[in-house]
């Protein structure tokens, strides 16, 4: 079974700061990784899939990148409305399998 | 595109529970579903999937305990709990579409598995 690992678990950053979050798999998994954002209290949002396609609706400051086993999330400059908890997902083999999460703060 | 979860409650180890979540927005029939589940304070964990054939696959730690299945006339996706454990506690989300990444969620049913 292929093993996500996010990094770090707990992130602390300033409005406007560039904000990178960091994923890897156990194996190669090529582009099949999706990114997720949930907020407290609510169900998860999809952000990124194939690793760097921005879903429809997700503002631009939103992107992913990466390939085979090490991805990134990156938010050009955060905004208050992301403080949140990210989530990443290999769909590449079965069981599917989600990352523990990182999660994002304003200082 | 909606999702919407029922059938969650509070329940005896050992015993069972069937989830329901309504699907409408989208042809139902043409897409496979899954169901997710978040333990309190705890991140995601993928449970089953079901293909739009009705194919299924599942995580190891409910395999021969849940059984996914899906009714196209009524658009509903179904979780049927059975022998229930307290580590299976959680919210229970169903998501979509299609076999790959959850482009749509509905928005969680609890299930409490206590004596």
């Known amino acids: 079974d292929i093993q996500m690992t996010q990094s770090p678990s707990l992130l602390s950053a300033s409005v406007g700061d560039r904000v990178t979050l960091s994923c890897k798999a156990s194996q190669s998994i090529y582009n099949s990784l999706a990114w997720y954002q949930q907020k407290l209290g609510e169900a998860p949002k999809l952000l990124i899939y194939s690793a760097n396609s921005l879903q429809t609706g997700i503002p631009s400051r939103f992107s992913g990148s990466g390939y085979g086993t090490d991805f990134t999330l990156t938010i050009s400059s955060l905004q208050p409305e992301d403080v949140a908890t990210y989530f990443c997902h290999q769909y590449y083999s079965w069981p599917l399998a989600l990352g523990s999460g990182t999660k994002l703060k304003i200082k | 595109v909606q999702l919407v979860e029922s059938g969650g409650g509070l329940v005896q180890p050992g015993k069972s529970l069937k989830l329901s979540c309504s699907a409408s927005?989208?042809?139902?029939?043409?897409?496979?579903m899954h169901w997710i589940r978040q333990a309190p304070g705890k991140g995601l964990d993928w449970v089953a999937y079901?293909?739009?054939?009705?194919?299924?696959v599942y995580t190891d730690a409910v395999k021969g305990r849940f059984t996914i299945s899906r009714d196209n006339a009524k658009n509903t996706l179904y979780l049927q709990l059975n022998s229930l454990k307290s580590e299976d506690t959680a919210i229970y989300y169903c998501?979509?579409?299609?076999?790959?990444?959850?482009?749509?969620w509905g928005q969680g049913v609890m299930v409490t598995v206590s004596s």
């Open positions: 998501a979509g579409r299609g076999p790959y990444y959850f482009d749509y």
């Open positions: 079901i293909s739009s054939s009705s194919g299924s």
């Open positions: 927005g989208f042809t139902f029939s043409s897409y496979g």
